[in-house]
T-cell receptor, first 115, second 114 residues
Framework: DAAVTQKPRYLIKMKGQEAEMKCIPE?????VFWYQQKQSKELKFLIY????????QIDMVKERFSAVCPSSSLCSLGIRTCEAEDSALYLC?????????????FGSGTRLTVL | GDSVTQTEGPVTVSESESLIINCTYS????????LFWYVRYPGEGLQLLLK?????QKGSSRGFEATYNKETTSFHLQKASVQESDSAVYYC???????????FGDGTVLTVKP
């Protein structure tokens, strides 16, 4: 079974603090996607890495987030200055090569609460 | 941009009844998107239920079926007889054919009563 690991499971930050969450993609997968889900609603795409390089990201990520994949076995998503609206479940997923028909394998997520 | 609209939940059905969860999509940046249904069972992570990458084709898994209809831009999920273990949140998703990036619907919470 595919296994994408995310840590921590829960993260509590005060407004204005920095937050960081980590993801270990499925072994051998070269594509990594991050999604944000608020209040069990739709999953909102944040950023896409292929072979550790960011190839697509939304404006919010460019402006306030920091996302890197320093190795093929570790990625991280950071928020430079947390705001209340950042409270959400952050899901990391990976696929083998990033092709359109591939299955995405998801981690259990990091639930961020900003107070 | 691309978008997915699916049946607004929660949906409650009794065991052995039939089920349909509607899904329609709008793909403005993708000519021929791939279509997916993902499911999150209680206490578990999001996982693929089924996918179809060719218009006109049908995908099936665990008794669920969905047909990729390009004319009506729909990908409805159906099951003839649901079980209590089908209780979960179901997400319809549209996939970018190049990158695999998914655009998700809001999800439909399904509860199957015994």
């Amino acid at each position: 079974d595919a296994a994408v690991t995310q840590k921590p499971r829960y993260l509590i930050k005060m407004k204005g603090q920095e937050a960081e969450m980590k993801c270990i993609p499925e072994k051998g997968h070269t594509a990594v996607f991050w999604y944000q889900q608020k209040q069990s609603k739709e999953l909102k795409f944040l950023i896409y890495f292929q072979n550790q390089q960011p190839l697509d990201q939304i404006d919010m990520v460019k402006e306030r987030f920091s996302a890197v994949c320093p190795s093929s076995s570790l990625c991280s998503l950071g928020i430079r200055t947390c705001e209340a609206e950042d409270s959400a479940l952050y899901l990391c997923s990976s696929s083998q090569q990033g092709g359109g028909a591939e299955t995405l394998y998801f981690g259990s997520g990091t639930r961020l609460t900003v107070l | 941009g691309d978008s997915v609209t699916q049946t607004e939940g929660p949906v409650t059905v009794s065991e052995s009844e039939s089920l349909i969860i509607n899904c329609t999509y709008s793909a403005t940046s993708i000519a021929y998107p791939n279509l997916f249904w993902y499911v999150r069972y209680p206490g578990e992570g999001l996982q693929l239920l089924l996918k179809v990458i060719t218009a006109g084709q049908k995908g099936s898994s665990r008794g669920f079926e969905a047909t990729y209809n390009k004319e009506t831009t729909s990908f409805h999920l159906q099951k003839a007889s649901v079980q209590e273990s089908d209780s979960a949140v179901y997400y319809c998703a549209l996939g970018d054919t190049n990158t695999g990036k998914l655009t998700f619907g809001d999800g439909t919470v399904l509860t199957v009563k015994p």
